[in-house]
Structures are given as C-alpha cells and as structure tokens.
C-alpha cells in the first residue's frame, strides 16, 4: 500500500513539474487490494503565478516515515516530503 501511495504522489510531484498541473482533489474511482492497483480522477488547475502564491518547492516524495493507519471509517495517510 505504501508503494502505490507513493507512486501516486510521485505522479502528482511529476505532473506538477513537467504541465504545472495543481491537484486539488482526487476521487478513487477503482481500488483493488489484491492487485495493489488503483484508478483515479484528479481535480485541479494548471498554475498561475498571478493565483497561487509561491511557497516552499516540494522536490520529492519520501519513503520516509511513511504511515498508513487504516480504520473501519476512514484511513489516516503521513508522508513526509523533501523540500
């Protein structure tokens, strides 16, 4: 499960970098446990210096004391980014 968030917010970091894509929102549209494979849409805006202020450049996403806490309500993800 780590690895598939992981690979996940690698993508998002990717898409951000390479078409200035900003995810705002992502909704699960297939998730599979026995595969470790999931489907989603991502919601967002392409960034605009004029919009979004400029803060810290998130460089990449970590392994890093990764946690996945999972409940019968709800799960609770923890990453850590370099900056």
Same mark, same amino acid.
């Given at each position: 499960?780590q690895?598939? *968030?992981?690979?996940?917010? +690698? /993508? $998002? *970091? $990717?898409?951000?970098?390479? +078409?200035y894509?900003?995810?705002?929102?992502?909704?699960?549209? /297939?998730?599979?446990?026995?595969?470790?494979?999931i489907?989603?849409?991502? $919601? @967002? /805006?392409?960034y605009?210096? *004029?919009?979004?202020?400029? @803060?810290?450049?998130?460089?990449?996403?970590?392994?890093?004391?990764?946690?996945?806490? /999972?409940?019968?309500?709800r799960?609770?993800?923890y990453?850590?980014? +370099?900056?």
């Amino acid at each position: 499960m780590q690895s598939l *968030l992981f690979k996940y917010l +690698d /993508e $998002f *970091l $990717f898409r951000f970098c390479t +078409d200035y894509f900003c995810c705002k929102k992502a909704q699960i549209i /297939e998730f599979n446990r026995e595969n470790y494979s999931i489907r989603l849409q991502a $919601f @967002g /805006e392409i960034y605009d210096q *004029l919009k979004h202020s400029q @803060g810290t450049e998130i460089k990449a996403i970590t392994y890093s004391y990764m946690q996945i806490h /999972e409940n019968d309500d709800r799960s609770d993800l923890y990453v850590i980014v +370099d900056i």
